[in-house]
């Protein structure tokens, strides 16, 4: 029988590192996705040393957890806190991080002139994405570029379903009247 | 997906198009690595506590000897308060093996 979080995390409680590893299998890929949709595609290296710094800080503390939430919401408030501090920190070292151009690799653009174009309006789109609040620019992370679906950004960013949907309506929004006024057409 | 106003349909095509990219995942070893790191964290704190308990427990041992030498005991006597409990404690292990045998 497989057991639930609630149990495992009763013996990690007594010391047992077997039922702490199975709680790093079972969360350590939505955990890695949270910080990377926090951090950006330029500090995945970073995000694996957050993921670390979480699970780390989980195992000192899983003694004072009292199960009042899920296991899960506490380990994703963790990791939001810890990257978003990591962010501000890393901002503050270089403050012109790029997004890496955004990730359009797939379908480049037919002619020079429609590639630079392109390029352009990608650094407008990172720009305007980079001054978005975090977690409009978490929620749409994981929802273009890591593939979860509003239900998963829901739960990782720890607010129901509804709100996690007007993050990203509201997100599109901004963006979109940033473009227009940059001179960028969305179509 | 969520419902989009008719406006939205062109971002959202471009934020699709501009983030398309494979998703990373974490190396291979990570698991490990944090469990090393895990377990050296943990003999880490126990060696931490044991550095306090003998560094108190030497402290006690001066401030103790101090105070009585202050109260006019001499050396011997200060020795044998001192060194009384600790055999007592040592030797605690020893006679409960002996009665064990017995």
Same mark, same amino acid.
């Given at each position: ?46 995000? %694996? ?10 195992? !000192? ?8 939430? %899920? ?9 939001? !806190? ?39 309006? !990608? ?28 239900? %998963?950004?829901? %739960? ?32 | ?102």
């Amino acid at each position: 029988m497989v057991e639930t979080d609630s149990q495992l995390v009763a013996r990690a409680q007594s010391g047992d590192q077997q039922a702490f590893a199975e709680l790093v299998r079972r969360h350590k890929a939505q955990v890695f996705r949270l910080a990377v949709s926090i951090l950006g595609r330029e500090f995945i290296p970073e995000a %694996e040393d957050v993921t670390q710094e979480v699970f780390l800080k989980v195992h !000192n503390a899983i003694a004072s957890f009292r199960g009042e939430a %899920e296991f899960s919401s506490w380990i994703y408030r963790i990791t939001f !806190n810890q990257a978003v501090n990591l962010k501000a920190r890393v901002r503050f070292r270089s403050p012109h991080a790029d997004e890496t151009v955004l990730y359009d690799t797939a379908t480049p653009e037919p002619g020079p002139d429609r590639r630079a174009e392109a390029a352009q309006r !990608n650094q407008a789109l990172a720009d305007c994405m980079g001054t978005l609040p975090e977690v409009y620019q978490s929620a749409l992370r994981l929802y273009y570029w890591l593939g979860c679906d509003v239900g %998963e950004v829901a %739960e990782l960013l720890g607010v129901p379903e509804n709100t996690a949907k007007s993050y990203l309506h509201r997100a599109r929004q901004i963006l979109h009247g940033m473009l227009k006024q940059k001179g960028y057409s969305c179509d | 997906m969520t419902e989009m106003e008719p406006y939205e349909a062109g971002i959202d095509r471009l934020l699709r198009r501009s983030m398309d990219a494979p998703a990373p995942t974490l190396s291979s070893d990570f698991e490990e690595r944090l469990m090393r790191k895990v377990g050296q964290e943990s003999a880490g704190l126990d060696r931490y506590g044991r550095m306090v308990l003998t560094g108190y427990g030497l402290a006690s041992i001066v401030v103790s000897g101090v105070v009585m030498r202050a109260q006019g005991l001499g050396w011997g006597t200060i020795a044998v308060t001192i060194l009384g409990p600790l055999a007592l404690v040592a030797a605690a292990p020893w006679v409960r093996r002996l009665g064990q045998m017995q």
